[in-house]
């Protein structure tokens, strides 16, 4: 299968839109995607690939797991977002300090 291209025109990635402002930097964890009856998918912040029951079940997301992030975009972006990969467990401790 030929790999849909990504870049623009003008060099950018297609995917980028405005994630700098409240992604840059954030600790991560791998975590699975739990569905509740309220919300019973995420999408990825960047491709919009959907996580849930009948999609992908994993994948990265922020300590809040607000913002959820697909493997492929977390290896295309984490350099250029600097992301902190943290142990969920440790993570959610951590966490609660902070608060
Ligand atoms: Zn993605």
Redesign the pocket.
Known sequence: MKQRRMKQADGTDG?LTNQRDYLLGRRLIWADFVPTPRWDHEH??????KFGEYWQHT?YCTLDRYYW??????R?FREEFHWIVEDAREARDSETQDN
């Open positions: 995917r990825c912040a960047f491709c919009w690939a994948g992030i697909c493997e492929q975009c977390f295309d």
